[in-house]
């Protein structure tokens, strides 16, 4: 089979990729032993067994609301477990976390099922920062009943894992392993082993290429769409203030303007949330003039 060839830029941004990227954690993770291995740090469970994974899966609520999941995993006993990388705070907000847990509840409950036959999930929230700021490696989401202190014991489990956390035991081990960009200083050999492939070899890179490619494109026709949208409405406004047939004229360029820049705002957001480059490097991957990056840079940021 012939090497595909891919650009230097290709290449350095599959070499920047790190498990926190939730684009990289997908891939890596379709593989099971991977997702075992992650599901039993955090749990501190041995003797748990992962049968099925599936990666960017998407679950819609009855009004047709969705979010893409990053990682969903289940084990020999029927448990539900959903992985998610959060760069941001925002990301990393507690009604989404009540959001997904719901979701899994949902999809999993056919009609005419005792409740009590409920698989137990586990809703897992690894952040790139402290979320509550405790210095804690982890920080364990349970409902209890206020009056006694006991646990509900529901089956619902969300559990927020410290990005920032190194100590010396597997789940600092693990948050290590998540910001490594080179296997070979990674604590786990199941781990450097997956991220090498995706990173060294020739049948990884190409499909680590085409990935990102997609997610390229998708972002790109996501971004043109809403600029779009952006420019039709912008150029309404000033067709009524300079009077209908100049104002259609002119709506026309200022909504091509608009969408055109709307379109990449999105675009640098896209990929500096999927990857690990800075909104400079992102400039000089679209070629945006010096003299534009100011008033960019504030669209980006705001």
Known sequence: ???????????????????????????????????????????????????????????????????????????????LYNIEVQRSDSGAARR?????????DAHVTEPGEEYEALAESFVIFITENDYFRQGLPMYHIERVVQETG??????????????????????????????CQDPAEMS????????RYYKDDAEGVD????????IWEEGREKGRQEGLQEGRQEGRREGRREGRREGQKEGRRVGREEGEQQMLVQNIRRLMENTNHTFLEACDIFGVPQEKRSPLKERVFS
């Open 188 to 195: 786990f050999p199941l781990l450097a082993r997956n991220v």
């Open 207 to 214: 499909y680590m290429c085409r990935i990102s490619e997609e």
């Open 1 to 79: 089979m012939t090497r595909t060839e891919h650009s230097p830029k290709e290449l350095e941004r599959i070499r920047r990729y790190r498990l926190i990227d939730d684009t990289f954690l997908s891939v890596v993770f379709q593989d099971k032993e991977c997702t075992q291995l992650l599901i039993r740090c955090v749990l501190q469970r041995e003797d748990l067994t992962v049968i099925q994974v599936r990666t960017q899966r998407e679950l819609k609520n009855l009004w047709g609301r969705s979010v893409r999941l990053d990682v969903l995993a289940a084990d020999e006993a029927g448990n």
């Open 96 to 104: 989404r976390a009540r959001y997904n847990s719901s979701l899994l």
């Open 150 to 179: 006991e646990l509900f014991a529901d089956g619902e489990h969300i559990i927020y894992v410290n990005g920032q956390y190194r100590g010396p035991d597997p789940v600092g081990e693990l948050m290590h392993d998540f910001f």
